[in-house]
């Protein structure tokens, strides 16, 4: 019986690699819903492709143009968040990929929970933003997460079998981002052209730059602490400039779980939408006398100040990670538009931080307010060192 699938962000870097699996696998798979943000020509070429029963796109100016372009096709179209919270539980859905971009991917994912749908999660800033709360929605749903992220996966999949008891320690592994061997002072200099050459991943802006200054690494260590409901300090993360092994589990008993591949994304995706079932050609394979060394290195919070900012929001808790998440997606979008300088976006995050009310004990509304301000806060902070 094929699996129906929403694919929020389908015209993003995961939502196409989605819809490649999906293709190859007709018997197994069918795109039912399909939404983007504002890339509405690749919507509606994705829509013409796949036939799915509905296409979002978030932009209300760009409604128009997808609505005229379907409608001969009898597809049913929509825009707006609602439509996306209303698509994520929706009857004609069994999965829910939610590929969308920072904080966008809340309240859908909160949406699926609520109708019971399984989630193959590749937004990690739901986790990060609202671990704590997703994870209290979770224990009354019958909703199953499959992490997508190349980390998460790695880790669930080296979990499986496993007693969680026995688990000293998650590793998480970092390619180090383009800037892993430059200096401090050159990359004060670097500009987002340099940022954007990532060395190992084809990923989007936002998250490439995320990767370039390591908050990516910080959020994933965040995001583990919740999918995996272990404590901080049995988190850690470790430079591996050849991106191979996608991240490790350390056992008690001083075995050392990992998962190797090569960095294609389609490997997660897979068994995310498989649930954990192995199915052939999804990737390349990785020839290890090719590679030849895999090496390690500890990350360097001095020239990569936002690292740290994962041990600081679990120690503080509360709503501090939705204000950093909210103050980063206004940071980097200043940053690729040039109007602030690369280590500007660490000075704004912790600037928000200070300016943005501590709630301990943050519920859904809290969320969304807490985004709200801290998005003014941010904007107001790149204002003033323009």
């Given at each position: ?74 597809i049913a179209t929509a825009t707006g968040p609602d439509a996306l919270r209303q698509a994520a539980a929706a009857d004609n859905v069994d999965t829910v990929v939610t590929a969308t971009v920072g904080y ?138 050849q991106s191979i092994i996608h991240s490790m589990v350390e056992f008690t008993d001083g075995a050392i779980k990992a998962q190797l591949g090569v960095p294609d994304m389609r490997l997660p995706i897979a ?60 940071a980097v979008a200043a940053f690729l538009n040039g109007r602030i300088t690369f280590n500007d976006i660490y000075t704004i995050i912790t600037s928000a931080i200070e300016r943005v009310d501590f709630i ?27």
């Amino acid at each position: 019986m094929q699996k129906k699938i929403a694919v929020l962000g389908s015209t993003g870097s995961i939502g196409t690699q989605t819809l490649d699996i999906i293709a190859a696998a007709p018997e197994r798979y069918r795109a039912s819903v399909l939404a983007a943000g504002s890339r509405v020509d690749d919507l509606i070429a994705q829509a013409i492709r796949h036939r799915p029963d509905l296409a979002i796109i978030a932009r209300e100016d760009l409604y128009p143009q997808l609505r005229d372009a379907l409608m001969p096709l009898g597809i049913a179209t929509a825009t707006g968040p609602d439509a996306l919270r209303q698509a994520a539980a929706a009857d004609n859905v069994d999965t829910v990929v939610t590929a969308t971009v920072g904080y966008s991917g809340l309240e859908p994912t909160i949406a699926a929970i609520a109708a019971g749908k399984d989630i193959a999660l590749a937004n990690k800033e739901t986790m990060v933003v609202a671990g704590s709360y997703i994870n209290r929605l979770l224990a009354s749903s019958r909703t199953r997460i499959y992490p997508v992220d190349s980390e998460h996966s790695a880790i669930y999949q080296c979990l499986k079998g496993e007693d969680p008891a026995k688990v000293r320690r998650l590793i998480i592994t970092a390619s180090g981002g383009p800037f892993r061997t430059w200096s401090k002072g050159a990359i004060a200099r670097a500009t987002a052209t340099d940022a954007l050459r990532h060395p190992n991943w084809s990923m989007g802006a936002k998250i490439t730059i995320d990767s370039a200054t390591m908050l990516n690494k910080a959020f994933e260590i965040i995001e583990a602490r919740w999918l995996f409901d272990m404590q901080p300090d049995k988190i850690s993360a470790i430079v591996h400039p050849q991106s191979i092994i996608h991240s490790m589990v350390e056992f008690t008993d001083g075995a050392i779980k990992a998962q190797l591949g090569v960095p294609d994304m389609r490997l997660p995706i897979a068994y995310a939408l498989g649930e954990s079932v192995r199915y052939e050609g999804v990737s390349d394979f990785c020839d290890l006398l090719e590679v030849g060394t895999l090496t390690f290195e500890q990350p360097d919070e001095e020239r990569f100040p936002c690292f740290g900012l994962a041990k600081y929001c679990l120690n503080r808790g509360g709503n501090t990670a939705c204000v950093v998440n909210a103050a980063n997606e206004i940071a980097v979008a200043a940053f690729l538009n040039g109007r602030i300088t690369f280590n500007d976006i660490y000075t704004i995050i912790t600037s928000a931080i200070e300016r943005v009310d501590f709630i301990a004990n943050p519920d859904y509304n809290d969320f969304v307010q807490t985004n709200a301000i801290a998005r003014r806060v941010a904007s107001e902070i790149v204002e003033s060192i323009n």
